[in-house]
């Protein structure tokens, strides 16, 4: 009897402890392209965390989002300033559900907040959806980043604040930099870069527009190895205890307009 008290009493605990706890935050791999789909429905506004918590909250597949419905709902919210605004809009049935849901997602507007695009807007750097792409260099592997063509040389900026990580040579990157973001953790991957800025050591700290070095093509090889491929920044994003790898395409789409 005093047995089964104990294991009832640490249940009731466990129960109680779990509905105190923070929801589970919603993590970058998990939206994968679909980031790019409610950013571009929210014109660069503030309405994309509205619009996920929507799809979110009526169990929708928030990775791969139904056009009709996410145009529907960005109609909807169109006009409104502030998130408050916008719930007033959501449907009775549902507001509760997304104020819950909006919960899970301030992470996500962590990163992709408060960050700017890694060149000068007077910059011509074409990039496209290469995440993911055969890479055959170093054994077979799919590319983990975007690779953004710019002239060698062009200088390259921190896109948030971070302590850096790393800083040297990578046979795959070249002389690259990573980047631990202060306040979302997400480390930030900066290769092939010609040169690092002055400053730029491990253990120092990075604020977001400061100067970490310039555009190169190196890599590929042992270190000092330039030339096998065009001059261009590889910006690669890791997220999680796992560092998993996520597509940076939609965010340097977003921070490009919104810088």
């Not at 929708?60 to 007033?88: F, I, K, S």
């Not at 983990?144 to 062009?154: F, K, N, Q, S």
């Not at 590929?220 to 030339?227: A, C, K």
Request: negative net charge.
């Amino acid at each position: 009897m005093f047995k089964k008290t104990i294991l009832l009493a640490a249940l009731l605990l466990a129960a109680v402890l779990m509905m105190g706890a923070a929801p589970p935050q919603l993590m970058l791999y998990q939206l994968g392209d679909g980031l790019c789909d409610y950013l571009e429905a929210a014109h660069g506004g503030a309405a994309y965390p509205v619009l996920i918590a929507l799809d979110l909250a009526q169990g929708r597949d928030v990775a791969n989002p139904d056009a009709a419905v996410l145009a529907q709902n960005a109609a909807l919210l169109e006009g409104c300033r502030t998130q408050q605004e916008m719930l007033d809009r959501v449907p009775d049935a549902l507001r509760a559900d997304v104020r819950s849901v909006l919960g899970r997602l301030r992470y996500l507007q962590d990163v992709v907040e408060n960050k700017r695009f890694p060149f000068a807007r007077s910059v011509s750097a074409p990039y496209w959806n290469d995440w993911g792409q055969d890479r055959l260099f170093g054994g077979a592997r799919n590319h983990e980043g975007i690779d953004l063509m710019a002239d060698w040389g062009v200088p390259v900026y921190a896109v948030g604040d971070g302590v850096i990580e790393k800083a040297g040579w990578n046979t795959l990157g070249g002389w690259r930099i990573g980047v631990r973001g202060d306040s979302d953790g997400v480390y930030y991957y900066y290769a092939h870069l010609s040169s690092f800025a002055d400053g730029v050591t491990v253990g120092a700290q990075a604020k977001k527009g400061q100067l970490l070095g310039f555009v190169g093509d190196t890599g590929y090889g042992p270190e000092g190895t330039t030339g096998v491929m065009a001059p261009h920044l590889h910006f690669g994003m890791y997220e999680g205890d796992f560092m998993r790898a996520v597509n940076p395409y939609p965010l340097l789409r977003h921070w490009q307009k919104n810088s």
